[in-house]
């Protein structure tokens, strides 16, 4: 042990500390089909409008459309489901009927699943295409993370956050994304395009 | 002898009380009471002139590690939690230099670092760290709150940032505990590492939010002086404009972290 100072006072610290991440730990996903860099690889179930869970993974197989919001934000995420809807009035021709629309909540106080059916049908959201998403602070935070959206609470009923879609391929990778609203959505269908005529 | 320490761990996660071992990682943690807090930033809306007065927030109680999580501390996740693991980690949660300076999956560079804080390590690492400790990383809000030490030698804390900044990364990053704690008990905030928040990227943005053609920001650089409490704070200004600048599976090597929980 005196080859290595560290361990010899510190191994019991480290075999302590290992114990508590051990008995911690939640169960691992066996199976990784996904590339490296999937955003399937979050082990993430969500809440969809209907109060049904949903495995994130389970949007793969398809491209998605993805964004990030709240159903009590006045004048950003309207804007953003209008992108949205913009996007999906133009899809490409092959695209159509193979491209899903998902909204994610960043408010899980707020967004039960009554609430987002209420928004899906204030906006006319088609819900063979579009699936409306909430999940606990935790899930939220994480996926936030990955789609880079910066958000924070600001007061009870306002959510500061970025305005981003993502377009994710079939096996769950980002593609391409837009920031701010009311942005050029058409360098995001070119891709999609591209993706939708890529052989599956 | 590394593989013994390994073994050893394994032993240990078989052998040992979760609870006894819960309140052994807790007593590195130092309770912050709850107080008023002035964010740094204030941001003024589409269509006035300038920003509202700046309402102090309410930060109620909450526990926050003494130190930054160590090399050592790390190298104990890992081993618990071999998908953390260099070689293994998934790039949606890393980049390419995660834990760059380890010689190894399971091997700090040598046998000094152990009290070094973890470096090269990505918001999705760090936060996964805090969570098998059934903590979470500090809210950006949580954790200035906690250098503020409720106006406690707030000038010394300026100087000692300023001081750190002038000075070239070193190789590596000062061991921890040098510098004696704060009032709450929380030590090295400045002086070794830039730390992850919870909420990283959320301030950038806010502007942002508000006025989705985007042209009034109070954040961005030119405007930021209008938009800060005060305007003389230069290292609030480093470290608002360093967070925002990060994306969560980054990694750097004088960014680390240190993990905060609800108080009790």
Known sequence: MTSNPFLSRGALRIAALAALFVLGARAVETTAPWPSASLYNLGQAWTNQDGASVALKSLAGEPVIAAMGYTACKDMCPAIVADMLWIDKHLPPAAVGHVRFAFFSLDPDADTPERLRLYADAHGLDLKYWTLLRADDDEVRELAAALGVGYHRASESAIDHTAVISLIDARGEIVAQQRGVQADSRALLEKLGELVAAPR | ?264
């Not at chain 2, 939690?81 to 560079?109: I, N, T």
């Not at chain 2, 010394?156 to 070193?170: D, H, I, K, T, Y």
């Not at chain 2, 930021?224 to 599976?249: C, E, H, I, Q, V």
């Open chain 2, 1 to 264: 002898m590394r593989r013994g320490a390994a073994s050893l761990a394994f032993a240990a996660a078989v052998a040992f009380a979760p609870a006894a071992l819960a309140s052994a990682a807790g007593e590195r943690m130092a309770r912050i009471p709850a107080g008023q807090y002035t964010p740094f930033l204030r941001l003024k809306a589409p269509n006035e002139a300038s920003p509202p007065p700046v309402n102090a927030i309410f930060i109620p109680a909450f526990r926050l590690d003494v130190e930054p999580v160590t090399d050592a501390d790390f190298l104990a996740f890992v081993t618990a939690r071999p998908e953390w693991r260099r070689s293994r980690a998934k790039a949606l949660f890393v980049d390419g230099r995660y834990l760059r300076r380890w010689r190894s999956d399971a091997e700090l560079p040598d046998a000094a670092s152990g009290d070094e804080p973890v470096v090269n390590v990505s918001w999705f690492a760090a936060q996964a760290y805090c969570r098998a400790r059934g903590a979470r990383l500090p809210t950006t809000e949580q954790w200035e709150y906690a250098l503020a030490d409720a106006g406690r030698h707030q000038a010394e804390v300026r100087l000692r940032s300023l001081n750190w900044f002038a000075q070239p990364n070193g190789e590596r990053p000062p061991v921890i505990g040098r510098e004696p704690p704060n009032g709450y008990g929380v030590a090295d905030m400045v002086g070794l590492v830039w730390e992850w928040t919870l909420d990283f990227d959320a301030y950038a943005v806010a502007a942002e939010s508000r006025d989705p053609n985007g042209k009034d920001s109070a954040l961005v650089c030119g405007g930021a002086a209008a938009g800060a409490t005060d305007a003389t704070d230069y290292p609030g200004f480093m470290r608002f404009s360093l967070r925002s600048s990060l994306k969560a599976s980054y990694t750097s090597d004088n960014l680390g972290f240190r993990c905060a929980q609800e108080a009790p």
